[in-house]
């Protein structure tokens, strides 16, 4: 007979995906509905994000239907909407949202996010008394969630997101495929990865075999582009095959000699509700650069939205479901206003809910890549990144054939 005397019988918890997808959207939202169940409370699905508690809502009921949480995306839609007054939109739009909570009858709202959707959701905590849980999500994985990595007795304080795993892998995938056709044409290739503030994604190329990255931590001065089109050369050159992959955050700061200026590239002049432009299109400069000044055929590729769709890779599901483990405690404790963490970078099998704990949702920022991940006279990351990555990815993977076949000469 099934108990309906659960605690929170009678309660009802919506969950809202807001700004980018990621592969692990769907298995987050499958999580947590599960496990809120589980606690009695009926669970709905809000529309679009923000966007979806606006006018008369666009709300869906998500108790005991079927998910399929290896699903990338987020069935919920998503959208980069802002209640709050903006540039693009100046209207104050929060009476709505807090309105339509009133009409759901909404007693808790997750909300799965970046810093832009969750800082929506701090904001109505610490103005509104909402009781809200932020749960992360970024392909970019800058978010802040305080996760400790120790390489060689030193604490770095890293970021581990929910989405990234799976992005990063793709990543790895690309990059490691790309070089057979690097290798079969001698060529350079640029390859562009998303990441409008932060390199972390960027470094999955690495995985794949990637030789150099240029992170938009670190802009390329006047100054700094002569120096790297010096080491391209001599990495090339270097190179047993003669072909190199280059990869390159969207979000990387190049100086333009005909402006005088170094800046990011933007793909469009539009910004969105939270005032964030759109990127893309570094790696065609990039690689026409290399091609004019050092002679060597260069090509421009991008993985753009490859990363960020497809299906949840498994180290995804599992820090979802960790993640949501913490949710219940949380949810048990009425401690809203939080967001469920891990606490220090984990192997897929210690992915367990007493590796976990909560932030204050005032503490979320943006966190970039730390220096120390990175060796800006080589291009590349360096050993402590690659050594974070191996929680995640394991081993660097990609396609290898060391040939050298003997040359035939003629008998004249
Ligand atoms: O926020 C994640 C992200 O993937 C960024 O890396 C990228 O700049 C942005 O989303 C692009 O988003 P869209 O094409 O959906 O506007």
Not at 101 to 130: S, W
Not at 198 to 218: C, K, Q, R, T, V
Not at 240 to 261: C, F, H, N, Q
Request: contains cysteine.
């Amino acid at each position: 007979m099934r108990c309906e005397h659960k605690l929170f019988h009678g309660k009802t918890l919506a969950i809202l995906t807001g700004g980018g997808d990621t592969p692990a959207i769907n298995s987050s939202i499958e999580a947590i509905r599960n496990r809120a169940s589980f606690l009695g409370y009926k669970v709905y699905g809000i529309r679009h994000g923000w966007k979806g508690l606006l006018g008369n809502g666009d709300v869906l009921d998500l108790t005991n239907q079927p998910y399929d949480g290896f699903y990338g995306g987020t069935a919920l839609r998503s959208s980069r909407t802002n209640p709050f007054p903006s540039n693009k939109n100046p209207e104050d739009r929060v009476p709505q949202v807090l309105r339509n909570l009133e009409r759901y009858k909404i007693d808790v709202i997750v909300t799965i996010g970046g810093d832009d959707t969750n800082g929506v959701a701090k904001a109505l905590y610490e103005k509104y008394n909402i009781p809200v849980i932020g749960f992360p999500k970024t392909i970019d994985n800058d978010l802040r969630t305080r996760t400790m990595h120790n390489f060689n007795g030193k604490e770095i304080e890293a970021v581990l997101c929910p989405g990234f795993p799976s992005a990063a892998k793709g990543v790895m995938e690309y990059a490691g495929r790309i070089r057979t056709t690097a290798e079969s044409h001698s060529r350079i290739i640029v390859l562009e990865v998303m990441g409008r503030d932060a390199g972390w994604l960027n470094g999955g190329a690495s995985f794949g075999g990637a030789e150099m990255a240029l992170i938009p931590e670190f802009e390329i001065t006047k100054e700094r582009k002569d120096f790297f089109l010096e080491c391209v050369k001599e990495e090339y050159l270097r190179s047993p095959k003669k072909s190199l992959v280059i990869s390159v955050s969207e979000g990387v700061r190049w100086y333009d000699a005909v402006t005088d200026k170094t800046d990011v590239v933007y793909a469009s002049s539009e910004v969105d509700e939270f005032g964030h432009p759109r990127f893309g299109g570094i790696s065609g400069i990039v690689a026409s650069e290399i091609s004019n000044k050092l002679g060597i055929q260069a090509r421009a590729e991008s993985t753009g939205y490859y990363a960020r769709s497809g299906e949840c890779r498994l180290y995804d599901r599992r820090l979802t479901t960790t993640l949501a483990d913490k949710v219940v405690d949380l949810l048990l404790r009425e401690d809203y206003g939080q967001m469920p963490v891990l606490k220090k970078t984990c192997k897929y099998q210690e992915l367990e809910e007493f590796n976990t704990t909560s932030i204050d949702m005032g503490e979320i920022c943006n966190h970039p890549l730390p220096g120390v991940y990175y060796d800006i006279n080589k291009f590349r990351f360096s050993d402590a990144y690659m050594d974070f990555m191996s929680y995640i990815l394991e081993k660097p993977h990609f396609l290898k054939f060391d040939y050298d076949f003997p040359v035939v000469i003629p008998e004249d």
